[in-house]
C-alpha cells in the first residue's frame, strides 16, 4: 500500500525515547521560528527570547523551579494512574479542593501558634484531594462509570465550591469587601529552604516525589501490579490483582498529590486562598506527564521545559512585544511534535516491502504496551 | 405570565441551547467513532474568528460560516493526524488543540477587536415575525433551525443508514469492525472533521448570531459544556437536543429569575450544576446498565491496524 | 485556562488627596528638571489579552497615549494575560530585573504581589491600581478612578429616558467598586424618577458575553427599558439595540456596536493619569501616593451623547457632568435611604470615601 509501515517493537527503544523528545524540541523551534517570522517578528530571536536567554539567567532559574514544581508534583501523581490505564483528568479541581482542605485548617487557626499547623495543613490538603478523587474512584469502582468524564466534571464543581467559598463565608472580614482570605500567618507559610531564593519547601518536595515514585514504580510489588493491571489486566487478574484496588491508588495517589500541589502553592507563592487560585495547573500536568512519558524522571525534565516556555514567553512580550497568544501556539506546536514523535519509541518505521508485523495484537483496549509505557529500567 | 413574555424566554432558551447542541452533536458523532476530542473548545474558538474576520471581510456572513467550518476542520485534521495515524493520547493530543484554538484565534482575531459585523439574518421574511406565536415559529436564526434538523439527521445516520451502523460498529470494537474489513481509520478521520465543522459552526453562533463581535476567548467555556452534554445525553441525538434545552432553560430561569426579583439559590451552586447533574446522570444510567453507560467501548483508545 | 473571574476589583484605602498636582501641566519645562537620563522604562501588567476591549484594552490604549504624548520620553513595554498569584509576582520581578523604572499593576489581584516585590526592588517605583494598601512600601503608589462619578451620569439619563421607570443592571461582582456604581445610578435616577427602580442581575463573570446577552434579555423582558452593566462585553447593549431599549458604555465608547441604543458611555481614560507619572519619574520628582481620580482630573469621561437623547435630558445629564467637576455635586449627598428604607445618610451629609470603598449596602429602589 504505502511505501513506509510502521511496525510496532517489541520493546520500547530506549534510545528512541531519548531522541524523540530532542527531534520535537527541534521542530518545535523550528516552526516556532517560522510562525513568528510570519507574524511579523524576528523569529529566531523570538525562540532564543523563550528558549535560550532563561536558561542563562541564574534569576530566572529559580522563576522555573517554582512554577514546574507543582505541575511535577501533579504529573507524578497522575503517571501512576495513567501507567495503570485510569484516566484521572480531574487533577485540577483535586488541586482546588487540597487548597482549600488546607486553608480551611488556616483560617481555623489564625490566631494560634506552634509548629504543627503547618504539616496539618499539608495533611489536610493531601486528603482534600484525596476525597475529592474517591468520588470517580467509587463511581467507577461500584457503578463503572467513565473517570475520564466523572473527573473532568468535578473540577468545575471544585471552582464554583471555592467562589462560594470566597464570596461568602471565608471572605478576610479586614479585606475592604473583596473576594479573598486574610493572608496565611508565618506559622501557616511554607519555609523558604534556600535563604534569600524563591526556593521554598515546595520545591525539593516535588522532587523528592517523583524519586519516590520512580522507586516504587520501578522497585517494588505494587507498582509491578500497577503496571500490569495496565499492560494486560486479564494477567493481573490471573495474579490475584484486583482491578478495583489498582483503580483504588491511582485515583488516591493522582488526587493526593494534586491536593498537595494545592495547599504547597496556597501555602507558599500564593500566601493566602483567593478565587484566581486554579490556573489549569491540572490540565497542564496531564501534558506534562505525556511529555515525561509517564516516567517521573521525564516528568521532572518535561515540567521544566514548558515551565520554561511560559518564563521565556513573558520575556518575550516584553523584549519582543511578542503576543501572549503566540506564546499558546509556541507551545501547542510543542506538544503537538512530541506526542507525534512519541510513535518513533513505539514503532519501528520500516519500508513497506519488508516482512510482515512480527507481533499482531488487537487494540480493542485489552492489552496497549503502546500507551502504558512499560518502563524497562 | 403573559404570553409575549414566554415567548421571549423560549426565543432565549433556543439561543442559548443551539451552539451547545451543534457542537455537542458534532462531538458525539466523533466519541460514537471511538475518539475523544477534548479540543472543542478550541475548535470553536478557531470558528468563531474565522467566521468573523471573513464575514467582516467579505461583507457576506454565510461565506464566514462556511470559512469557519473549514478552518475549525483543518484544526480537527492535526487533532485526527496525531491520535489516528500516530496514535498519539487522546486526551493529552485533545488538551494541546484546545491551546492551539485559543492561542490562533487571538492571533487571527487582533485585528478584528472591537468592529462590529455583518450579521446572519433571520430565515423568514420579517412579515411573518408579526405576532409572537409567528415568532417562535419562524423568528429564529437559521442555525436554530439548522441544529434541530442536525440533530433528526444524526438521528437517522446513526441508526438508520449502513455508514452510521459501520461507525458505531468503529466505536464498540475496532478490531472487529476492521477484520470485517471496516475502514476504521477512514471512519474516524471522517468523524473527527465533522465533529471539528460542527463546533466551527457553533462558534460562528456566538461571533455572528448571539453576540456579534470578536474578542479574545468569545465562547468563554461553552466548549467544554457541549462535552458534558454528551456524556449527560449518554451518545444518543434525542437526549443531546433535551440535553442542551434543559440546559439553555435553567440558565435563562435562573436570569430570569434574578431580572424578576427572586434569588433563590447561590449562584455558585447553579453554575456547578450542569456538571453536578452530569454526573448524577452517569451514575444513575451506569447503575441501571450494570457496568456500562452507552459510551462507545473503544471511546478514547487508540486503533492500529494489523497486517 | 478556564479564567472566569478575571481581574480588577478597586480602590484605595484613606484617600486623601485626590485632586493632587493636577493643576501644574504635564508637559511643562520637561527638558530643565529632568533628573533621567534617557528614555524612562514603564512597564505594565495586564491581567486580561490587550484584545479584550473591556478592562486590559482601555489600559493599553492609555499606554500607547502616553508613549505618544511623552515620545522619546519613555519606552513601554507589558506583559498580558498574567494571572493574578504567583504568576504576576514572578513577572514582576523580571520587569524590575529588566531595570523598567516604573512598573503599573492594573489589576486588584497583583496588590500581594507587588507588595511583595515592591519590598524587594526599593529604587524601581511601583503602581497598583484599584487596591487598598502598599503595605508600608514607600516605593509603591496606588491609584484608582471614581467610575461612579459616570454612573450619576447614567442614572439620570436613564431616569428622564425610562418610560417604565425600570432599569436592568448586568453586573459582574458584588465587590465594592460595583455596589457604588449601582447605588450612584439609581441614586440619580431616582432623584429624576422618585419611583426609579434598578434590578440588578449578577452574572458572576467579568466576562461572558453570550451570559452577559441572556442576563440583559431577561431584564428587558421583565420590564426595564434601560440597560447598563458592569461587565466588560458589549453584549448587554446589543441585547437592548435589538430591543429597542437605550444602553451605555463599559470601559470604552461602544457605540458602534449599538449605533441607537447607545446613549453615552463611561469611558475609562487611565492617560493623563500615566503620562503624569511617569513625567514625575523622568523629572525625578515621583513620590508614593494613593490617590482616587475622577471627571475633573480627566480620569473618567463621558463618550459624545447619541443625538437620539433628547436635548432636556441632554442638557441635565451635562449639568450632571459640569456639578461633578466642579465639585458642587456629589452623588452620595444625603438624604439616602438603604433597601429596607431606613435613612443611611442624612440630609446635607456625604459618604466618606473610607466608607465608599467598602460599601457593602444598597440604596432604596434596588433590587438585587
Redesign the interface.
Known amino acids: 500500500m504505502s511505501l513506509v509501515k ?1 511496525e ?1 517493537r517489541r520493546q520500547q527503544s530506549r534510545a528512541m525515547a531519548i531522541a524523540a523528545p530532542v527531534i520535537a524540541v527541534a521542530l518545535t523551534l523550528f516552526a516556532g521560528a517560522l510562525l513568528f517570522t510570519l ?1 511579523g517578528h524576528d523569529g529566531l530571536a523570538a525562540v532564543n527570547e523563550i528558549f535560550v536567554k532563561p536558561l542563562f539567567n541564574p ?2 532559574w529559580q ?1 522555573l523551579l ?2 514546574a514544581s507543582p505541575l511535577v508534583m501533579i504529573a507524578t501523581g497522575l503517571a501512576i494512574g495513567f501507567r495503570a490505564n485510569v ?1 484521572n ?1 480531574g487533577a485540577e479541581g483535586q488541586y482546588v479542593l487540597g487548597g482549600l482542605a488546607g486553608t480551611g485548617v488556616a483560617l481555623a487557626t489564625l490566631n494560634m501558634s506552634g509548629g504543627w499547623i503547618l504539616p496539618v495543613m499539608l495533611v489536610c490538603g493531601v486528603l482534600g484531594g484525596m476525597v475529592w478523587a474517591a ?1 470517580p474512584a467509587l ?1 467507577k469502582t461500584k ?4 473517570e ?3 473527573s ?3 473540577n ?2 471544585a ?3 471555592l ?2 467559598l470566597m ?2 463565608p471565608w471572605k478576610d472580614p479586614m479585606g ?4 479573598q482570605t486574610a ?1 496565611f500567618s508565618s506559622d501557616q507559610t511554607l519555609p523558604i529552604v534556600v535563604p534569600g531564593t524563591l526556593i521554598h519547601l515546595g520545591i525539593p518536595l516535588a522532587f523528592a516525589i517523583a524519586l519516590t515514585a520512580f522507586g516504587v514504580m520501578t522497585r517494588t510489588i505494587t507498582g509491578f501490579q500497577m503496571q500490569v493491571e495496565g499492560l494486560a489486566p486479564k494477567a493481573a487478574a490471573f495474579g490475584g490483582f484486583g482491578a478495583a484496588s489498582t483503580v483504588w491508588i491511582a485515583m488516591l495517589a493522582g488526587g493526593g498529590l494534586a491536593g498537595l500541589a494545592g495547599i504547597v ?1 496556597a501555602s507558599g ?4 486562598m ?4 486554579p ?2 495547573y491540572g ?2 500536568a ?2 506534562v506527564a ?1 511529555l515525561g512519558r509517564l516516567n517521573p524522571l521525564g516528568i521532572v525534565v518535561a515540567g521544566l521545559v514548558l515551565a520554561l516556555t ?2 521565556g514567553g ?2 518575550a ?3 519582543i ?1 511578542l ?11 510543542m ?2 511534535f512530541l ?2 514523535t ?2 518513533l519509541v ?1 514503532y519501528r518505521v520500516v519500508s513497506g516491502r519488508s516482512a ?2 512480527a507481533e ?6 485489552e492489552a ?1 504496551p ?2 502504558s509505557k512499560a518502563v524497562t529500567a | 405570565m403573559n404570553f409575549d413574555l414566554l415567548v421571549a424566554i423560549l426565543m432565549t432558551i433556543a439561543g442559548a441551547a443551539t451552539p451547545l447542541l451543534i457542537a455537542g452533536l458534532g462531538e458525539l458523532v466523533v466519541e460514537k467513532s471511538g475518539v475523544l476530542n477534548l479540543g472543542v473548545e478550541g475548535m470553536m474558538l478557531i470558528g468563531a474568528v474565522t467566521g468573523f474576520a471573513v464575514a467582516t471581510t467579505t461583507g457576506y456572513p454565510v461565506i464566514g460560516l462556511v470559512a469557519a467550518m473549514l478552518a475549525a476542520a483543518a484544526a480537527a485534521l492535526i487533532f485526527a493526524f496525531l491520535v489516528l495515524t500516530l496514535m498519539a493520547n487522546q486526551v493529552a493530543t485533545g488538551l494541546a488543540l484546545t491551546i492551539f484554538g485559543t492561542g490562533v484565534s487571538a492571533l487571527i482575531g487582533a485585528p478584528f477587536v472591537g468592529i462590529t459585523t455583518p450579521t446572519l439574518g433571520l430565515l423568514f421574511p420579517h412579515a411573518l415575525t408579526d405576532t409572537p406565536l409567528l415568532r417562535l415559529i419562524f423568528g429564529h436564526s437559521p442555525l436554530v433551525y439548522f441544529s434541530l434538523i442536525l440533530t433528526v439527521a444524526v438521528f437517522w445516520f446513526l441508526n438508520r443508514t449502513r455508514a452510521g451502523l459501520i461507525l458505531r460498529a468503529v466505536g464498540e470494537s475496532d478490531s472487529a469492525a476492521h477484520a470485517i474489513g471496516y475502514p476504521v481509520l477512514l471512519v474516524r478521520y471522517l468523524a473527527v472533521l465533522f465533529g471539528g465543522a460542527m463546533a466551527g459552526l457553533a462558534g460562528c453562533y456566538y461571533s455572528l448570531v448571539l453576540t456579534p463581535m470578536w474578542a479574545e476567548r468569545l465562547t468563554a467555556g461553552r466548549g467544554w459544556i457541549a462535552i458534558a452534554l454528551v456524556v449527560f445525553a449518554s451518545w444518543r441525538p434525542g437526549r443531546m437536543l433535551a440535553g442542551a434545552y434543559l440546559f439553555g432553560l435553567v440558565i435563562t430561569m435562573e436570569l430570569q429569575a434574578k431580572a424578576a426579583g427572586f434569588n433563590i439559590l447561590a449562584p455558585e451552586f447553579l453554575a456547578a450544576l450542569p456538571y453536578i447533574a452530569t454526573i448524577v446522570v452517569l451514575a444513575v444510567i451506569s447503575a441501571a446498565k450494570r457496568g456500562g453507560t452507552n459510551a462507545p467501548a473503544c471511546l478514547g483508545k487508540p486503533f492500529r491496524a494489523t497486517a | 485556562m478556564f479564567d472566569t473571574t478575571r481581574r480588577k476589583l478597586l480602590a484605595a484605602g484613606a484617600v486623601g488627596a485626590a485632586g493632587l498636582a493636577i493643576g501644574t501641566t504635564p508637559f511643562a519645562a520637561m527638558a530643565e528638571d529632568a533628573k533621567k537620563d534617557g528614555p524612562v522604562k514603564a512597564a505594565f501588567l495586564y491581567v486580561g489579552p490587550v484584545g479584550d476591549f473591556g478592562w486590559t484594552y482601555a489600559h493599553d490604549q492609555a499606554r500607547k497615549c502616553m508613549e505618544k504624548k511623552l515620545g522619546d520620553m519613555v519606552k513601554t513595554t507589558y506583559v498580558e494575560n498574567v494571572a493574578e498569584g504567583p504568576d504576576a509576582e514572578r513577572v514582576l520581578r523580571q520587569l524590575a530585573q529588566d531595570g523598567n523604572d516604573i512598573i503599573f499593576a492594573t489589576s486588584f489581584g497583583f496588590m500581594n504581589p507587588t507588595i511583595k516585590v515592591a519590598k524587594q526592588f526599593p529604587k524601581v517605583k511601583f503602581e497598583h491600581a484599584t487596591g487598598y494598601t502598599t503595605g508600608g512600601n514607600k516605593n509603591m503608589g496606588l491609584y484608582n478612578s471614581r467610575f461612579y462619578e459616570g454612573r450619576a451620569v447614567l442614572g439620570t439619563i436613564a431616569g428622564m429616558m425610562s418610560k417604565t421607570g425600570k432599569a436592568g443592571y448586568v453586573a459582574s461582582f458584588p465587590i465594592p467598586e460595583v455596589v457604588m456604581g449601582i447605588d450612584a445610578f439609581q441614586l440619580a435616577a431616582q432623584k429624576v424618577n422618585p419611583k426609579f427602580q434598578t434590578q440588578v442581575v449578577w452574572v458572576n463573570s467579568w466576562y461572558d458575553p453570550a451570559k452577559e446577552a441572556d442576563a440583559a434579555k431577561a431584564l428587558l423582558d421583565q420590564g426595564a427599558d434601560v440597560i447598563t452593566q458592569h461587565t466588560d462585553s458589549p453584549a448587554p447593549l446589543q441585547a437592548a439595540e435589538k430591543a429597542g431599549a437605550i444602553a451605555f458604555g463599559q470601559a470604552w465608547n461602544m457605540e458602534s456596536f449599538a449605533p441607537n441604543a447607545h446613549m453615552t458611555a463611561i469611558v475609562d481614560n487611565w492617560c493623563p493619569y500615566y503620562t503624569r507619572r511617569v513625567q514625575a519619574v523622568h523629572d525625578g520628582t515621583w513620590e508614593a501616593d494613593n490617590v482616587w481620580l475622577g471627571m475633573k482630573d480627566g480620569e473618567v469621561e463621558m463618550a459624545p451623547f447619541n443625538n437620539k437623547m433628547p436635548e432636556d435630558v441632554q442638557k441635565a445629564a451635562q449639568k450632571i457632568i459640569d456639578g461633578t467637576k466642579d465639585g458642587s455635586y456629589d452623588v452620595f449627598t444625603g438624604p439616602i435611604k438603604d433597601q429596607s428604607g431606613k435613612e443611611k445618610v442624612s440630609a446635607g451629609q456625604k459618604i466618606p470615601d473610607e466608607e465608599l470603598l467598602k460599601l457593602d449596602w444598597y440604596v432604596d429602589g434596588v433590587k438585587s
Request: aromatic share 16%; no cysteine.
Open positions: 510502521l510496532p507574524l534569576y530566572r522563576d517554582v512554577k484516566w483528568i468520588i463511581l457503578l463503572g462509570v467513565n475520564i468524564l466523572s473532568l466534571m468535578l468545575y464543581v471552582i464554583q465550591l467562589y462560594y464570596r461568602g475592604f469587601n473583596f473576594p493572608m502553592e507563592p500564593f500566601g493566602q483567593v478565587p484566581q487560585f490556573t489549569g490540565y497542564t496531564i501534558i505525556f511560559y518564563v513573558e520575556s512580550q516584553t523584549t512585544g503576543p501572549s497568544a503566540a506564546t499558546g501556539v509556541f507551545q501547542a506546536m506538544l503537538f506526542l507525534a512519541d510513535i513505539r510482515p508485523v499482531p495484537r488487537s487494540s480493542s483496549g496497549k503502546g500507551e
